[in-house]
């Protein structure tokens, strides 16, 4: 399951979640955005239980975006502990994602 962040929850889901947290900067705009969606809904389902899969708006939580320097996007950011210890974007490969979440 996907879970959608804004400033109001990113606390409690991101900075306190016992999971480590794959999240998502996307943008409904982007064409490639759109191009990474299955994968991103195959990552939620099949790491259920194991890792959280957030997703966040530039557009509609733009202090995030800014807090992490969000230019590009989809980018993708793996928190443990609330510390984000990995990042990448543009398009990636599904096993780019399960690396990042696994390490």
Do not use: H
């Not at 990474?36 to 509609?60: F, H, R, S």
Request: proline share 3%.
């Amino acid at each position: 399951m996907k879970v959608r962040v804004t400033g109001k929850n990113y606390s409690q889901e991101v900075l306190r979640s016992r999971l480590p947290v794959l999240v998502e900067f996307f943008a409904v705009w982007c064409a490639k955005c759109a191009m990474m969606a299955d994968i991103v809904d195959d990552l939620a389902e099949e790491y259920d239980g194991l890792v959280k899969v957030c997703q966040i708006d530039i557009d509609e939580s733009v202090d995030l975006a800014s807090e992490f320097d969000i230019e590009i996007v989809p980018t993708f950011v793996v928190f443990r502990n609330g510390k984000p210890v990995s990042a990448a974007n543009g398009v990636l490969d599904k096993q780019v994602l399960v690396e990042m979440m696994e390490t």
